[in-house]
């Protein structure tokens, strides 16, 4: 099928970075992809080989007269542009039209996941648009896993990757990598890696220039030395979650692939006003934690407090060998269930 991929991009690139991996994996499996994007500055970086099958467009302002494919999404509610919605309303057969909504694991997104919204006015009044949630149970939609995924990791050779990126690592020290946006106990979080050998390989971007400011130009401090990296490509920053000792991730994207890693992480949720996005944290750290020690738990759950400015000290990290184990679980169930491309090709089958 055709499927028209709609994105703005909103900051950070996080928008961008969900969208091109959906619109790579569908093509991978033999889909095409129109990728509709309001600003494409990343992808020479971010997918520097492009993907067989996808197209990169401008995205349309007044250009009514390209005919839209199969499926549209809509990614994370963009709003579609006017002709081009007007020409889907124009369609003998409609397309399927998807709001492809962002990954929470709150209760409601069972309860909204594949909910019909028709549309009574406007340009695409006669249509119906329909909400896909992805998610951590069966009741909602998966999350992107590409089909070799699982081979590639296990083909990964971590101390080449490394010593390609970094130099040898050193024995005994441990490799953290940092993905984050303003993060206030960073400077905690430095004292603590610095008690032991670690080094910490810092994200280009916001990450990379507060190790900067903290670290001075020397990047160093105790037994912590720190590496500013490039901009990696998406696999390649697969390759680093896999790499590393301890993940510390944020937003989407990088939350879903540490996920996938099974290594140590935590998670900087995107930041809301109100401290919504602490209750968004919570309700995936109940999910995450079924099942673990309530003791150990706890800590965890003190520990992605603090990182995301809910509590005011920063705990010490948990052991790691605990960590992995539960991150390997978690692997496994999430593992158990269908992919996000490969629930999307289902409901479109059943829809259309």
Avoid at 97 to 107: D, H, P, Q
Avoid at 132 to 156: K, V
Avoid at 240 to 263: C, I, M, P, T
Wanted: proline share 6%; net charge negative.
């Amino acid at each position: 099928m055709q499927w028209d991929l709609f994105c703005r991009v909103v900051d950070n690139f996080g928008d961008v970075g969900v969208c091109w991996r959906l619109a790579a994996d569908l093509a991978a499996r033999g889909e095409q992809v129109r990728l509709w994007l309001d600003d494409a500055s990343a992808l020479p970086w971010m997918a520097p080989g492009g993907a067989p099958g996808v197209r990169v467009m401008a995205w349309p302002a007044t250009d009514a007269a390209v005919d839209c494919g199969d499926v549209v999404i809509e990614a994370f509610g963009c709003e579609l542009p006017a002709p081009f919605l007007g020409h889907m309303a124009r369609q003998t057969r409609a397309p399927v039209w998807i709001n492809l909504e962002y990954l929470s694991a709150e209760g409601f997104v069972e309860r909204a996941h594949k909910l019909p919204s028709p549309q009574t006015n406007g340009p695409g009044a006669g249509l119906s648009k329909y909400f896909f949630y992805p998610g951590f149970t069966p009741r909602t939609g998966g999350l992107i896993r590409e089909a070799d995924l699982a081979a590639r990791q296990r083909a990964f050779d971590a101390p080449s990757w490394l010593a390609a990126q970094c130099g040898a690592v050193a024995h005994g020290e441990q490799v953290v990598s940092l993905f984050c946006y303003e993060a206030g106990a960073l400077p905690a979080l430095l004292d603590q890696l610095a008690l032991r050998p670690t080094l910490l390989l810092a994200t280009a971007g916001a990450a990379a220039r507060q190790i900067a400011e903290l670290l001075g130009a020397g990047l160093r401090r105790g037994a912590l030395r720190a590496l500013a990296l490039p901009a990696l490509a998406q696999h390649d920053y697969d390759h680093l979650l896999w790499a590393s000792d301890l993940n510390f991730v944020r937003g989407e994207d990088s939350f879903v692939r540490a996920q996938w890693a099974a290594k140590p992480f935590v998670w900087q949720i995107y930041p809301q006003h109100d401290a919504v996005h602490i209750a968004k944290l919570d309700a995936f750290l109940v999910r995450f934690l079924a099942g673990a020690d309530a003791h150990w738990g706890a800590g965890l759950s003190r520990l992605w407090h603090a990182w995301n400015g809910a509590d005011h000290a920063l705990p010490a990290l948990p052991a790691l060998p605990l960590w992995a184990e539960q991150c390997g679980l978690w692997r496994e169930s999430l593992r158990a269930r269908p992919d996000l491309v490969t629930e999307l090709l289902g409901f479109v089958a059943e829809t259309r």
